[in-house]
């Protein structure tokens, strides 16, 4: 009973100090697709990305290849020569897995890349966010674009076009 008691009262509190506040709503995808930069960033990971993944499904092809031609002649080969080009199909896909990781893995090309090109952008925009807030003295401001589910929100609250405004983009 008193843990009852204990949770509504929190539960009141937390209202009541949520309803103090100030806040809005952004759209961290509308203001990240409206910047020139942004849009060049992406175009160039998506690039890199395609002419990377086409080399990695080439490299996977001929392994493919490999063995398919290592399963027709298998029965004709000796024990030595099978384990050879046993190997040799481990060898190459082994090889093509590490290229995938090199390039798409946690940290790998396409990761640094991102930092480089795409980091710098998203850094203005929380700067710009930041400014906004403090200027017009928001508590919270929630992003709608990705992790946050809301079923309903005021177009009167959403202050994406502000921070695109005070980032010179429109």
Do not use: H
């Not at 100090?17 to 849009?39: E, G, H, T, V």
């Not at 004709?76 to 481990?90: G, T």
């Not at 919270?140 to 177009?155: C, E, R, S």
């Amino acid at each position: 009973m008193k843990k009852l008691l204990f949770s509504l009262a929190l539960l009141f509190i937390g209202m009541g100090i949520a309803q103090a506040q100030r806040y809005c709503i952004i759209d961290s995808k509308y203001i990240l697709d409206r910047i020139p930069d942004y849009k060049s960033a992406q175009e160039k990971l998506d690039a890199m990305s395609k002419t990377w993944q086409s080399e990695i499904d080439k490299r996977m092809a001929d392994v493919d290849k490999l063995y398919k031609s290592y399963q027709a002649e298998r029965a004709m080969l000796s024990d030595e020569v099978r384990k050879k080009r046993e190997d040799e199909i481990v060898g190459k896909e082994k090889d093509a897995k590490d290229l995938q990781k090199k390039y798409f893995g946690y940290e790998g090309d396409l990761f640094k890349k991102r930092q480089e090109l795409v980091k710098p952008v998203q850094d203005r925009v929380y700067n710009a966010v930041q400014k906004m807030a403090q200027q017009k003295g928001y508590d919270i401001v929630m992003d709608k674009a990705g992790g946050v589910t809301l079923f309903y929100a005021d177009p009167k609250l959403d202050k994406s076009d502000d921070v695109l405004k005070l980032m010179g983009s429109k």
